[in-house]
């Protein structure tokens, strides 16, 4: 049966028209049967499980378009059937994808400035309404003539929802353009609005630069500066722009889009008075603007900001290579036997081996942790979740106290170049004090270190960290599942 089969009646697919597929649906081109001339998207939902996502992206959809937000207004809907659709105009445009790539479309430098400032602006409007969108990337901004719309709502999150429709181990956002705190996806209790602004820097560099941004926090360093990479001088107050957007720690982060819309409207205006020059003018004026920008640099002590951050960036490959190690060899010692103990529950148990988890920073004040409260230690250290964790849930009905989540975590803990290995415990419940942190069972928390980061040493330290973590999960499994044939309630510490 071809994809095309199966649409409404009234909406015809055009003959040679268009057809997009991505992960959860299909975009076809189609027309309004007896209106002659115009043509619209439909989407249609490719994965029946994903329904309850797709209603909520179409209702937050038409919800932000009655409010006159840069969206696209629903047509028409058909949300009840098993593959639900819905339909929206088709903007012949296309999106800002376009402009991104090896076959990229030319932009000038002035128009990808006012471009990725009027995406700034939507998404300021879009926070002020509650809700973060956290899927922002040049294929879901759509191109209205000259304006930008927000599309593909179906991650987006009303702020105050406590509802979330992502697995706990699944990553929100696309891969090139997620936020450090998203990549795990286990973010509740965080704000999501942060990770927005992370994305629109690595999406504005993008459009910019024309082609993918570097991986993470990169397109900071010199030689990833955006006045480099377009060869427009005056565009070098972007890269401390950038890096107070790209900060790793999502509280520490710039989210004021009034100081980033400032920013890109004085380097407009600089870029519009530079094009009109007089040709006799040129040289001179640009020299003093490129002095102007000069000082600027120096005044926020770029050079010293990035200097900390190539720093930052080393020792942090260097602790994010050890704890790929560690998953890696927690994976093995594990997850036959835990894939056994799954299989042997009848599918009820949740149990493996992942690389989720919460920041160090979220469970410090959860529990008993105390010998971390003074620790002086690299910042992306708390940011970072734990690279290597064994995940206990029992799936039970909604509602029941058996929903309660068991994790044991590994934790790198950097000190200049120094590093620590700490076991940490967690028990994630309902509640307002949904994450608690306390010793369950002897040998749960545990810290080893520190150790030289550049030396054998500190990776052999971790495997064997890593073979004591196995040991002490597997205990921790057996009691969880003592919980459970107890019916009793895991995030009551009583009952430990």
Known sequence: ??????????????????????????????????????????????NPARRERFRREVETMARLA??????????????????PWFVMPWYTEGSLQKFVGPEAEALGVKDGIDLVRDVAAALRALHERGYAHRDVKPSNILLDGRKPLLADFGL???????VRLTAPAEAIGSRLYIAPENESGIADGIDQRPADFYAWAKFAWAILAATNPPAREAQIERRYRIESVTGVPLLVGLNELFAQLLDTDPRARLADWSVVLH???????????????????????LAEALAVASRLAERRSADARRAEADRTRRLRARVDDIGTMMHRSLDELLHGDLMRLSEASG?????????????????????????LQDRKVEPFSLAANSPAL?????????????????????????DGDRVSFVRLPVIYGRGEQA???????????????????????????????????????????????????ADSDPFDLDHW
């Open 1 to 46: 049966m071809g994809v095309s089969m199966g649409l409404p009646k009234h909406w015809p697919r055009v003959a040679g028209g268009a057809l997009n597929e991505s992960g959860q649906a299909w975009v076809y081109e189609v027309s309004r049967r007896g209106e002659a001339g115009r043509s619209y998207a439909l989407k249609r939902l490719k």
């Open 263 to 285: 920013e890109l409207d004085t380097i407009s205006k600089m870029l519009s008075g530079a094009s009109e020059l007089p040709a006799h003018q040129d040289r001179q004026d």
């Open 435 to 485: 994450i608690r942190v306390r010793e369950l069972i002897p040998g749960t928390i545990a810290e080893d270190g520190p150790y030289p980061l550049e030396l054998a040493s500190a990776e052999a330290a971790a495997l064997a960290f890593t073979q004591a973590t196995a040991v002490v999960g597997r205990r921790l499994v057996t009691r969880f599942m003592e919980f459970v044939d």
């Open 156 to 162: 987006c999150l009303k702020i105050e929802e406590s």
């Open 390 to 414: 064994v995940a206990i849930a029992w799936r039970s009905a909604p509602g029941s106290h058996l929903d309660s989540h068991v994790y044991l975590g590994i934790y790198l803990i950097a």
């Open 347 to 371: 599918g009820e148990l949740g149990i493996d081996v992942s690389s989720a988890g919460s920041p160090m920073s979220q469970l410090i004040d959860s529990g008993d942790v105390d010998f």
């Open 66 to 83: 009655d409010h006159a937000l840069p969206v696209p207004p629903i047509v028409d809907q058909d949300l009840a059937i098993e593959r």
